[in-house]
């Protein structure tokens, strides 16, 4: 296989309407030297085929599939097909920023892995009553480890192969956690990368919303399984009765505030989460 220096990574699952907006921006980079990108097409019943054909003339793009449902086996695809040196993963649904390419390679120069900067407000839905915010730096995960999440994710392609790529069985809200933590584990160094903009589409309806949250509480219960012997605490049983506390406090209040019904959702659904985490996992982690 012929050597490139950089492969862009894109798992699509129906990805028609958002697709273009990402491969437009890719299509905008000052890229130095040969590239590619690949869209790793995870069973898609529109016409995400169809758009990836119509750049072929604007990007270096090769579409791939994966017959394996789950953005992990998709991405695990694309990265056992790429000839970079340096695999640079995003989403189909999100906007990377002018020289995301060129800001990943220099932050990769110094670290093994990096994560890069998320902007919170380009494509948020107009009208929405409450938008996470992303943090300005890679943060710690239930008091353990720093992660990046994989919608702006690079690493060098022989550590990734040397870690074994990401973890095919773990669901939302954990496969960019269990990659990144593994990784650190290996010895490995996991940096940020703030010159290495995404603009990131949040979930924009309450349902969607609620079911983010309650993947990412019930994968702590998986996590905790696997890296509470190498020192992931266990939650505080003083801050889980305080959680669930205010939960049952604030209930009065949800109809006067579409805020705080959003946020209470999203508290409630991560702690059910964790609950049916912990049965699944045979662990207690609420």
């Not at 086996?73 to 993963?89: C, S």
């Amino acid at each position: 296989m012929t050597r490139v220096p950089v492969s862009v990574i894109i798992p699509a699952l129906n990805a028609a309407e958002t697709l273009p907006t990402q491969l437009d921006a890719l299509a905008a980079q000052d890229v130095r030297g040969p590239w590619e990108v690949l869209v790793v097409d995870n069973g898609s019943t529109d016409a995400t085929a169809e758009i990836c054909e119509a750049y072929a003339s604007r990007l270096p793009l090769r579409l791939l599939h994966c017959r394996l449902r789950g953005t992990s086996p998709a991405r695990n695809t694309g990265a056992a097909q790429a000839q970079g040196e340096l695999l640079l993963f995003c989403d189909a649904d999100d906007e990377v920023a002018a020289d995301w390419v060129e800001a990943m390679r220099t932050a990769l120069e110094s670290y093994d892995a990096v994560g890069g900067a998320v902007e919170n407000d380009r494509l948020t839905e107009p009208g929405m009553p409450y938008v996470p915010r992303h943090p300005d730096h890679l943060p710690v995960v239930a008091g353990f480890l720093p992660r990046a999440i994989t919608a702006n994710l690079g690493v060098r392609h022989e550590v990734f192969d040397a870690v074994g790529g990401f973890a095919a069985d773990y669901d939302y809200g954990g496969p960019d956690t269990e990659f990144c933590w593994r990784l650190q584990l290996a010895g490995y160094r996991l940096g940020y990368a703030p010159n290495a903009v995404v603009h990131y589409r949040h979930r924009h309806t309450f349902r969607s919303m609620a079911v983010k949250a309650y993947r990412t509480g019930r994968s702590r219960g998986r996590l905790f399984r696997d890296f509470g012997p190498s020192g992931m605490p266990r939650p505080r049983l003083a801050g889980v009765a305080l959680r669930w506390a205010r939960l049952v406090l604030t209930l009065p209040l949800l109809p006067f505030s579409a805020h705080r019904r959003w946020r209470w959702a999203e508290q409630a659904s991560g702690a059910a989460g964790r609950v049916v985490g912990s049965a699944r996992f045979r662990v207690l982690y609420l």
